[in-house]
């Protein structure tokens, strides 16, 4: 990547603290201080006990409520005052229920300054899968279509103690001895053998991990015209329009972007989304 000229932004050569257990560091970090400037330092700490994605410990809050928990784990542990993490939610696409996708957010969190920024990527452009087997099953066309052993695989009773799972399996002999041992602890003799989606297991999360990164990098390179406070970017929409076809208000529909300041009052409204409204979401013409 690049380094673009970071003179004179509030931010070069201050540090900032990534929190991190699945080896995102060099997925973020270099994006950081190519883009802003910024001094990344690592904290590794078990984020897990935030949630994990075989839902042994179950994840209390939003991905972007947690991102920031994370993001604070580290300033408090090294008592700085910037920190950076980021969590992923990959599941059914709320735009397309039928597709799986990767939801990616990257939070920000400088304390002096009182502000909090997350952003976030949707992709669905993510390597997932689930396939319920036994001792001997055959594996083969799953195997290939999630990718094995380039993504790695998790191993779970399908009928059992989720903390059992076996994770990180990269290999065809680890991912036999894992069926084998954890169908003679599942009721039903089987186990559910799913993608890793962890990070550093899950080559097609990385590059999403990045593009949040990129937009986080955007959003703090861009300063407040009032106060001068990084993180200057899209923070809610205008919305109501005619109908097109009937011409009644629809309260709903967005008329346009809104920009805004992480920390002060400061907005502006920003490029027009649609002049009118589409009438499939009018209550006059679908009521």
């Known amino acids: 990547m690049s380094s673009r ?3 004179g932004h509030p931010y070069a050569g201050k540090k900032v603290v990534l929190t991190t257990k699945h080896q995102k560091f060099d997925l973020v970090a270099p994006i950081l201080e190519s883009e802003i400037g910024l001094t990344v330092i690592l904290h590794e700490a078990d984020t897990d006990l935030l949630g994990t994605f075989v839902g042994d410990v179950a994840r ?9 928990e994370k993001a604070r ?6 008592d700085e005052s910037r920190g950076i993490a980021s969590e992923g939610s990959i599941g059914p696409d ?8 990767d939801i990616e957010y990257v939070g920000f969190i400088d304390l002096n300054l009182g502000i909090e920024i997350v952003e976030s990527y949707r992709s669905l452009e993510i390597v997932a899968g689930e396939s319920v087997a036994g001792p001997g099953s055959d594996l083969t066309d799953f195997l290939k279509k999630i990718d ?6 998790i191993v779970i009773p399908n009928r059992g103690d989720r903390s059992l799972a076996v994770k990180g399996i990269g290999d065809l002999v680890a991912l036999k001895n894992a069926i084998a041992r954890l169908a003679n602890l599942s009721s039903d003799s089987k186990v559910l053998v799913q993608s890793d989606l962890r990070a550093h297991c899950s080559p097609s999360r990385q590059q999403n991990i990045q593009h949040a990164a990129v937009k986080l990098a955007n959003r703090l390179r861009s300063l407040c015209s009032e106060c001068g406070t990084p993180g200057w970017g899209l ?3 205008e919305r109501g329009l005619d109908c ?7 309260a709903k529909a967005i008329s346009a972007e809104v920009y805004g300041c992480a920390k002060c009052t400061h907005k502006e409204v920003g490029k027009q989304i649609a002049p009118e409204a589409d009438p499939s979401i009018c209550n006059g013409c679908n009521p």
Request: charged content about 15%.
């Open 60 to 68: 209390k809050h939003s991905a972007a409520k947690t991102v920031l």
């Open 148 to 153: 094995f052993p380039h993504h790695k695989l």
């Open 73 to 78: 784990l580290g300033t408090a542990a090294l």
């Open 5 to 7: 000229n970071v003179d």
């Open 235 to 237: 923070v809610g929409y």
């Open 244 to 250: 097109s076809s009937c011409g009644e208000q629809v």
């Open 94 to 101: 709320p735009a397309l229920p039928f597709a799986r996708s």
